[in-house]
Structures are given as structure tokens and as C-alpha cells.
């Protein structure tokens, strides 16, 4: 197993330099082909973001429309995967120049301040980068936190080792999905710590609460709220979206939100989860195209809209 694991690793390694030393015209095209080829053969993820945007827009958006959105879903995949390969290969200096912070004071404020906060996320266009671009610029700017990212973990070797060296690069630290809040609360303990967590995803009843998201009810984490509400932090919103050739990023950061503490501790965790939330949704209306369709979003509450494929 572990002359496997090796030879991936120098596979890997050797396709990600010849990723960061082609020009990016033809980087691009590979993004299009791959994307290309699995969505002619995965049926699963297609009919998942099928019934999504079914669900959601109904006969409110054309078939050709839902088509043209999951095909730009299976390349925005395609990209994350393949810049993520590339990445350790790339100038530093050059990849941030790529990213453009729109409202940079909403979360560089509270950083040289030397506040708590967390990165609020979603599956949204160029969600790596929320672990990426943003400790770069804080080295630039000789600004010193104690970095971290939440991600779940495979429990195949190979592929955690490459997680975890990707995000050291940039000197954020991968905490695993699974146990990692208990993790969190001792972090935030401390001054100077900021945490990435995407929070668009389905999870249990049981895991968090029911809000609504895009005019549906859905599920959501309340883990950002809680830690809010305990320390006092502030939750800041970043989506991060890309132009069509993938050479071009906007790094929109909203303004810090935190969760009140009342004598309602539900009541303040609910309203400060649907804030977050708030602001995920109304960047997908503004760009459906750049959202990741293919969770399953609504499972717990629509069960019955993932069984079949109609039209």
C-alpha cells in the first residue's frame, strides 16, 4: 500500500507541474474537456442538481437554462480539483494578483484589530481559495493568526496527506469535519484565531436546526451561531466567485455579523444562522451558475424530489 500511495503522490505531483507550467488557455480547456466527459457519463450528480434546480426554479427557468447551469457546475468542479493539483506549483505572488477583495475592510479591519472571527462559506465558485487567498494577503500584510479549515477527511492516506499539505502551505491548519467542535471551542479560547467553514450543506435534524433557504425549508449548522454567541466573534460572509475562464476571482466579503445573547438562546442562534444563510442565497439568485448543485440540499425535508428524474 504504500509503494501505491507513493507512486500516486509522484503521479500527482508530476501532473501538477505540468498543470502550472502550461499556459492558462490551455489550462482552461482541460478544465472544459474533463468537465465535458463526466457529465456525458456521471447520471447521478446530474439528476441530483437536475432536481434542485427543478425544485427550486421549476417552470420558471427553461430546460436549456438548468442544462447550461450543470454543465458550468461540472467545470467549476473540474477547476477546484485541478487548481488544487496545480496549486503548490504556482507563484504565490502571481496567484493572489488573480483575486480582486471587494469590500476588504469588512474583514481586514477586524484582523489588524487582532478580533476573532469566522469565514462564513458556501460551495460557491471558488470556495478553496476562503483557505488560500486570504492567508496570502494576510502575509503580505505582516498580519499574524493562528489559521484554520474545516474539511472532511477520507481516511485514504494518500488523498489526506495531499489535503493537509495544501492547506499548510498556506499555513492554515485542516481540522477534520468529524469531532470538530470541541476543537473549535478550545481554539476560540484564544485571541487571534480565524476558522474557513462552509455551512450550505444538508445535515440531520438532529446536527442543527431548520431555517429556509431559498424560500425552502432546509437544515442548517448552527456551529458558526454557537461560537458567535459564546466568544463574542464575528461572522464574516465571504463567496468568492470567478470569470469564465477561470483566470479572474472577486472575493466578495459582507459585513461581520454576530450572534446576540438574550435570555433566548435559540431565538438568538435561529436569527443569527438565518443571517448567514441570508447572504449565501441572494449570491446564488445573483449567480446560480456559480453554486455547486449537486448536494443534495433539501433531503431531509423533500426526500421524495430525489427519487426519480422527471422532467
Same mark, same amino acid.
Given at each position: 500500500?504504500? &509503494?501505491?500511495?507513493?507512486?500516486?503522490? &509522484?503521479?500527482?505531483?508530476?501532473?501538477?507541474? %505540468?498543470?502550472?507550467?502550461?499556459?492558462?488557455?490551455?489550462?482552461?480547456?482541460?478544465?472544459?474537456?474533463?468537465?465535458? =466527459?463526466? *457529465?456525458? #457519463?456521471?447520471? @447521478?450528480?446530474?439528476?441530483?442538481?437536475?432536481?434542485?434546480?427543478? #425544485?427550486?426554479?421549476?417552470?420558471?427557468?427553461?430546460?436549456?437554462?438548468?442544462?447550461?447551469? &450543470?454543465?458550468?457546475? %461540472?467545470?467549476?468542479?473540474? #477547476?477546484? +480539483?485541478?487548481?488544487?493539483? @496545480?496549486?503548490?506549483?504556482?507563484?504565490?505572488?502571481? *496567484?493572489?494578483?488573480?483575486?480582486?477583495?471587494?469590500?476588504?475592510?469588512?474583514?481586514?479591519?477586524?484582523?489588524?484589530?487582532?478580533?476573532?472571527?469566522?469565514?462564513?462559506?458556501?460551495?460557491?465558485?471558488?470556495?478553496?481559495?476562503?483557505?488560500?487567498? &486570504?492567508?496570502?494577503?494576510?502575509?503580505?500584510?505582516? +498580519?499574524?493568526?493562528?489559521?484554520?479549515?474545516?474539511?472532511?477527511?477520507?481516511?485514504?492516506?494518500?488523498?489526506?496527506?495531499?489535503?493537509?499539505?495544501?492547506?499548510?502551505?498556506?499555513?492554515?491548519?485542516?481540522?477534520?469535519?468529524?469531532?470538530?467542535?470541541?476543537?473549535?471551542?478550545?481554539?476560540?479560547?484564544?485571541?487571534?484565531?480565524?476558522?474557513? +467553514?462552509?455551512?450550505?450543506?444538508?445535515?440531520?435534524?438532529?446536527?442543527?436546526?431548520?431555517?429556509?433557504?431559498?424560500?425552502?425549508?432546509?437544515?442548517?449548522?448552527?456551529?458558526?451561531?454557537?461560537?458567535?454567541?459564546? #466568544?463574542?466573534?464575528?461572522?464574516?460572509?465571504?463567496?468568492?466567485?470567478?470569470?469564465?475562464?477561470?483566470?479572474?476571482?472577486?472575493?466578495?466579503?459582507?459585513?461581520?455579523? %454576530?450572534?446576540?445573547?438574550?435570555?433566548?438562546?435559540?431565538?438568538?442562534?435561529?436569527?443569527?444562522?438565518?443571517?448567514?444563510?441570508?447572504?449565501?442565497?441572494?449570491?446564488?439568485?445573483?449567480?446560480?451558475?456559480?453554486?455547486?448543485?449537486?448536494?443534495? @440540499?433539501?433531503?431531509?425535508?423533500?426526500?421524495?424530489? *430525489?427519487?426519480? =428524474?422527471?422532467?
Amino acid at each position: 500500500m504504500k &509503494i501505491v500511495n507513493k507512486f500516486l503522490e &509522484i503521479l500527482v505531483a508530476g501532473f501538477g507541474i %505540468y498543470l502550472a507550467l502550461i499556459p492558462h488557455w490551455l489550462f482552461y480547456w482541460h478544465i472544459v474537456g474533463l468537465a465535458s =466527459l463526466i *457529465y456525458c #457519463f456521471d447520471r @447521478r450528480r446530474y439528476a441530483d442538481a437536475y432536481c434542485n434546480l427543478k #425544485f427550486i426554479y421549476g417552470d420558471n427557468m427553461t430546460e436549456e437554462a438548468k442544462r447550461n447551469i &450543470i454543465k458550468r457546475c %461540472y467545470q467549476n468542479f473540474v #477547476f477546484v +480539483i485541478l487548481e488544487s493539483v @496545480r496549486l503548490p506549483y504556482l507563484n504565490k505572488k502571481h *496567484y493572489l494578483s488573480r483575486f480582486e477583495f471587494k469590500n476588504k475592510e469588512n474583514l481586514f479591519s477586524l484582523l489588524h484589530e487582532g478580533r476573532n472571527v469566522v469565514l462564513v462559506s458556501a460551495h460557491y465558485g471558488y470556495w478553496e481559495a476562503l483557505g488560500t487567498a &486570504i492567508p496570502l494577503q494576510m502575509q503580505k500584510e505582516n +498580519i499574524v493568526y493562528e489559521m484554520s479549515s474545516l474539511g472532511r477527511l477520507t481516511e485514504i492516506d494518500f488523498v489526506d496527506k495531499m489535503l493537509r499539505r495544501r492547506r499548510e502551505i498556506f499555513n492554515v491548519r485542516l481540522i477534520n469535519k468529524k469531532g470538530a467542535f470541541r476543537e473549535l471551542l478550545k481554539m476560540y479560547a484564544h485571541a487571534k484565531v480565524g476558522t474557513g +467553514i462552509l455551512i450550505d450543506q444538508n445535515i440531520d435534524k438532529n446536527e442543527g436546526i431548520e431555517i429556509e433557504f431559498l424560500g425552502k425549508r432546509a437544515t442548517q449548522t448552527t456551529i458558526t451561531s454557537i461560537i458567535s454567541r459564546r #466568544f463574542g466573534c464575528a461572522l464574516v460572509p465571504i463567496l468568492i466567485d470567478f470569470n469564465k475562464d477561470y483566470s479572474k476571482f472577486v472575493l466578495d466579503i459582507s459585513k461581520p455579523i %454576530y450572534c446576540e445573547k438574550t435570555s433566548d438562546m435559540q431565538k438568538d442562534i435561529y436569527e443569527c444562522t438565518q443571517k448567514q444563510i441570508h447572504v449565501i442565497e441572494q449570491k446564488i439568485k445573483e449567480n446560480p451558475s456559480s453554486w455547486l448543485w449537486f448536494h443534495k @440540499r433539501w433531503k431531509t425535508f423533500y426526500k421524495e424530489i *430525489y427519487n426519480s =428524474l422527471s422532467s
